[in-house]
């Protein structure tokens, strides 16, 4: 019989990270994990997908670059390297995770985890005895209806990034973040993509404004993009699929379905033990605790935003309050956001569309007016940002264009920090960059703008 002060299940972003912290923390740690570790985000999410939009957009940039008095002649792509490329980058993060395991005495147990009992973890016939239990198994991804994955012609979020050969009609279903990835991944190697989103608009969990500018984008980029439709049927035919939208029998070479996620708990044993859900995602407190003293719950398994850095974030947390320290609990509304298509959307904190009757003061600055994004070749976007009108508080930020989830991170500091306009105007900002564009928006909220 094996004891550990904690057991973990899942090795993902939030799995792998509290094990790491509560061995700081003088824990004695088991970590279970039946597939490679770093979970989906890094072995089939957030690193694979950013691999293949770094492929495409360097494809893209190539294609562009007799615009800058460069030429290259003829540009072609081999599809097979760009997903051999990507499985790469997985498996050397994944080694990297497997590396820290070892350097910081996490015992790894390969295999499918289930909770026996309060304390009691099974796993390949072995028993894990522990204090404390941390749930990070993660989400899957949902089907829609009694349309169903088959990886043939239906794909997963798997089968659209490693696929074997370039789809010529392609349809996605669904316009949240990861349909609008696979969109301006697929259309930037010249598939035509049709995508589909249920909801008014696409990117829903976003600012209505700059989800309104990613949807022109998008369409100025030769998508097809429908909203408020969903499909009314779907199956697989003769090399593709047949699906009916607004009454039409349309014909693609595959379809894509992602429609959200739901965790991933069926064989954990949480209903016997009388864990309490949230819809389909486990129910937790302020500092993670599930409703049975002793088991906690991180990540995606624990509901949206399933984002890996707020399962990291949890993983500190769950950690310190194993530990007996009094940590700060999740704050939801400082979650930072990113979407990377092309144009990347980023965002944190308070939409415009949910400010109800608060007063506010909102700033708008266009990237056609940023030296930096003009002589880069993306002067297409915008930052918004969003104040407290009696306070000056910074509530929220919203951007699109080139390279804005690498400066989203500026205004999440920021709102941690409890800043005001005040801060962010006397901020000197350098030149020339696209930072420059996130103190114009503070500007042009305060009616000071410079340079518009």
């Known amino acids: 019989m094996n004891e550990f002060d904690v057991v973990v299940i899942g090795g993902g972003p939030g799995g792998y990270a509290a094990a790491i912290r509560c061995s700081q923390l003088g824990l004695s740690v088991a970590l279970a994990e039946q597939e490679a570790l770093g979970g989906t985000c890094l072995n089939w999410g957030c690193i694979p997908t950013k691999s293949l939009l770094q492929s495409a957009d360097l494809y893209q940039q190539i294609l562009g670059a007799d615009s800058y008095g460069i030429s290259v002649g003829n540009v072609t792509f081999d599809l097979e390297k760009m997903v051999d490329q990507s499985r790469q980058a997985a498996h050397q993060l994944s080694q990297g995770v497997a590396q820290l395991m070892k350097k910081n005495k996490v015992k790894i147990f390969n295999g499918e985890a289930s909770i026996q009992s309060v304390g009691t973890v099974g796993i390949n016939g072995e028993t894990l005895m522990t204090d404390s239990i941390i749930v990070a198994s993660g989400a899957e991804q949902k089907n829609l209806g009694a349309i169903a994955i088959d990886g043939q012609n239906i794909w997963g979020a798997r089968e659209a990034m490693t696929p074997s050969k370039l789809p010529k009609e392609l349809l996605i279903i669904g316009a949240g973040a990861i349909g609008v990835e696979f969109a301006s991944f697929y259309r930037s190697l010249g598939s035509a993509v049709t995508l589909l989103e249920v909801a008014p608009e696409i990117l829903p969990a976003e600012d209505q404004e700059i989800s309104r ?33 607004e009454g039409e029998v349309r014909r693609f070479d595959a379809a894509i379905l992602s429609v959200g996620v739901k965790a991933r708990i069926a064989s954990l044993g949480l209903e016997a033990l009388g864990v309490e859900m949230e819809g389909s995602f ?18 995606d398994v624990a509901g949206a935003p399933c984002l890996a850095h707020k399962a990291t974030h949890e993983a500190m947390i769950v950690s310190e309050v194993i530990a007996g320290q009094l940590p700060e609990p999740l704050r939801r509304e400082r979650i930072p956001g990113c979407t990377y298509s092309a144009p990347q959307v980023a965002s944190i904190g308070l939409r ?27 002067p297409e976007g915008m930052i918004k940002t969003v104040f407290d009108a009696q306070t000056g508080a910074l509530l929220g930020a919203h951007m699109i264009g080139e390279g804005v989830t690498e400066l989203i991170q500026g205004f999440a500091v920021a709102i941690g920090l409890e800043t005001t306009e005040h801060e962010l105007i006397e901020t000197i900002f350098p030149h020339p960059t696209v930072s420059e564009a996130m103190q114009e928006s503070v500007l042009m909220a305060f009616d000071r703008p410079l340079h518009l």
């Open 213 to 245: 500018l990613a949807r022109e984008a998008l369409v100025s980029r030769g998508i097809e993009v429908l909203v408020g439709q969903g499909v009314d049927g779907l199956e697989s035919a003769d090399h593709g699929v047949a699906a009916v939208i």
């Open 282 to 299: 486990i129910k937790v407190g302020d500092r993670q605790q599930t409703s049975v003293p002793g088991i906690y719950a991180i990540g």
């Open 352 to 378: 415009e569309q949910d400010a109800g009757d608060r007063a506010l003061k909102i700033g708008r600055f266009p990237l056609y007016a940023n030296g930096k994004s003009v002589v880069a070749g993306h």
